[in-house]
């Protein structure tokens, strides 16, 4: 079992920084390759970013240059440092990671954080 706990979200005018945090338990969270989702209002679901166990990060083309994803293994907790926010970054953000298991995986969700950038 993983149990995900984001944290950091708020209001933030454009231009401006957040850092979210996603603490882990459960599992062996040193092992496991970390994602961020995020959910705008009446949109799907869209991946942000991930970061592998050995620190390999990869972002999608409209956070790029502006995200830095990480993680501190001893603390269990994975961050999202946003930079040069935009109103198209609101949207509810969610960390997510999936574990092997012997029958396939199990993927795991944190509740999310609301993000919201307006003036």
């Known amino acids: 079992q993983v149990h995900l706990v984001e944290s950091g979200g708020g209001l933030v005018q454009p231009g401006g920084s957040l850092r979210l945090s996603c603490a882990a338990s459960?599992?062996?969270?040193?092992?496991?390759?970390m994602y961020w989702y995020r959910q705008a209002l009446g949109k799907r679901r869209e991946w942000v970013a991930t970061?592998?166990?050995?620190?390999?990060?990869n972002y999608a083309g409209s956070v790029k240059g502006r995200f830095t994803i990480s993680r501190d293994n001893a603390k269990n907790t994975v961050y999202l440092q946003m930079n040069s926010l935009k109103p198209e970054d609101t949207a509810v953000y969610y960390c997510n990671t999936v574990v092997p298991t012997t029958l396939g995986s199990d993927n795991y969700w944190g509740q999310g954080t609301q993000v919201t950038v307006s003036s």
């Open positions: 970061i592998t166990s050995d620190g390999g990060t």
């Open positions: 459960g599992s062996i969270f040193s092992r496991n390759t």
